[in-house]
C-alpha cells in the first residue's frame, strides 16, 4: 500500500508537468493546424489565381483570334469587291470595244449605202428624164415636129442627129421597155433608201448603246479607285 501511495504521489506531481505538455502539446497542435489551414487557402488563393490567370488568357487569346478572324474576313470581303470591279471594269471594256468595232462597220456600211442610194436615185432620175421625153415624143406637138424633120437634122428633144426615118410604131415600142426600167429603177431606190435609212437607225442605237458603255466604264473605274 505504501508503494502504491508513493506511485500515486509521484503521478500527481508529475501531473501537472504532464497536463502543462498536454496543453503546449495540444497549443502546438492548434497552430500546426491554423498554419495548415492558412497554407491550404493559400494553396486554394493560388491555384484560384493561376486557373483565372489561365481563363483570362484563353479569354485574351480567343478574343485575339475573333478579331484576326474578323480582319481575314474584311480582307476577303475586300478582295472579293475588288475582284468583283476588277471583272465589272474588264466586261466594259470588252464590250466597249465591240461595240467600237461595230460603229466602225456600220460606218463603212453606211458610207457605202449612201453611194448606192445615190446611185439609185441618180439611176432612177435618169431612166425618168428619158420616159418623161419618149411620152413628150409622142404627144401632139412632137408629132408635128415629126413631121417636118428628116435624117440629119437635129432632134430639137435630144439634141441628137437624126439618122433614120421617124415612125410613129417606134416611139410606142419604146415606151414599154422604158416605162419597165423606171419601175426597175423607182423599186432599186426605195430599196436602197429603205436600207440606208435601217442602216442610219441601227447605227444610231448603237451609238447611244456606246455612250451609255462609256459613261458606265468610268463610273467603273471611279469605283475601282475608291
Known sequence: ILKRKATLKQIEEKLPTEEALLKKTSEEILQRKERLTQLQLN?????????DEKYAKKQTDQKRLSEEQQLLNNAKNVIDRLREKVNQK???TE???KLKNILQELETQLQKL?????????AFQQADELLRKQKFALSEWAKEMRLQLTIGDTCPVCG?????????????????PLQE?????KKEYEQSNHALIEAQTKYKATEERRTEQDIQLKKACEAFLT
Open 43 to 51: 494553396i486554394d488563393a493560388l491555384r484560384k489565381e493561376v486557373e
Open 90 to 92: 474588264n466586261e466594259l
Open 95 to 97: 464590250e466597249n470595244c
Open 114 to 122: 449612201v453611194i448606192v442610194a445615190k446611185e439609185k436615185n441618180n
Open 160 to 176: 441628137k442627129q437624126i439618122d433614120s426615118n421617124l415612125s410613129e410604131d417606134n416611139f410606142q415600142s419604146a415606151l414599154k
Open 181 to 185: 426600167n423606171l419601175e426597175k429603177a
